[in-house]
């Protein structure tokens, strides 16, 4: 579809690439995939801590972050060409893709245009060295007849920041209850693929409580924070007006170095410490 087609608030537009090498922070995956260009789950504030805010490509269209999405109409048939050029250079082997860095693969729309689906269809056939999908959407469920055939080569990484709903509302109330995203882990756990919560970034909550309810969701734990993983040692947090946010809604002792440091026990002591992983290194092993 080469033409662009408004839809509301929505743009469907053809792509120059599907795979973007990556570098910084991601430089351990070979690429990442993004089969949108901005979020659903940030309008009206949702996700206020989303760093994704702060880049060149969340002022790329009128109105603000959230408020607006570009669909790549030509997804599919570029991630073809692409991975059709990896297998034909021998670099399959080696090649660990993360879907995805700046959008969530499975906001609303995914469920009318199916463009992570397809990408899903794709990476089937040729099976890179890793697929990490990263999101925070009960949708990815829709697909778990596809994760599971993916087997080893496949993680997913489900967002969870908080065991508690209330928080959840506080702060990112556009997101999927608790409740319901640690229904999808179990649910994707028990069909064989591999679940990480990526409790990131960490919100208020109770560790022991936290600690079980994931122990019964997923196969590892993932933990960052406010400090640890927005690359600035949380000078990005603070310009985001996470440090105001946090005072306004009586959570001040949450929102400095250290306050994960009572869930890392309580996580390491129920799952093992084989299963919690940190921050950037963590999100890195796959």
């Known amino acids: 579809m080469s033409a662009c087609l408004i839809m509301r608030r929505y743009v469907l537009r053809p792509a120059t690439r599907a795979l973007t090498p990556t570098g910084g922070f991601l430089k351990g995956f070979s690429f990442t995939l993004n089969p949108y260009v901005g979020c659903a789950f940030g ?13 060149v490509i969340a002022h790329s269209e009128p109105g603000p972050w959230g408020s607006w999405v570009i669909a790549k109409s030509n997804l599919r048939e570029l991630l073809e060409r692409e991975m059709a050029t990896l ?47 990263q999101t925070r959407s009960p949708l990815v469920e829709r697909d778990i007849a596809l994760l599971r055939e993916l ?30 995203r640690l229904q999808t882990a179990r649910r994707l756990r028990d069909a064989g693929v591999f679940v990480q919560l990526a409790i990131a970034p960490m919100m208020p909550n109770s560790p022991k409580r936290f600690a079980r309810l994931a122990a019964e969701a997923a196969n590892r734990v993932l933990i960052d924070t406010y400090f640890l993983g927005d690359g600035s040692n ?53």
């Open 43 to 55: 309008d009206n504030g949702g996700c206020p801590f989303c760093y994704v805010r702060t880049l």
């Open 87 to 133: 297998e034909r250079t021998g670099r399959l082997p080696t090649t660990t893709i993360l879907m995805s860095s700046a959008t969530d693969p499975y906001q609303g729309w995914e469920r009318q245009l199916g463009l992570s689906r397809a990408a899903l269809a794709v990476i089937l056939r040729y099976r890179p060295r890793r697929l990490m999908i």
């Open 151 to 180: 087997g080893a080569h496949l993680l997913v990484s489900l967002t969870v920041e908080t065991d508690d709903d209330v928080v959840r509302r506080a702060i990112a109330p556009t997101s999927p209850s608790i409740v319901r």
């Open 234 to 286: 949380g000078r990005r947090s603070c310009e985001l007006g996470m440090g105001e946010t946090y005072r306004r809604l009586g959570y001040e002792r949450w929102f400095v170095p250290g306050a994960e440091r009572e869930l890392v026990e309580a996580m390491k002591a129920e799952l093992g410490p084989e299963r919690v992983v940190m921050s950037r290194d963590g999100f890195l092993a796959i």
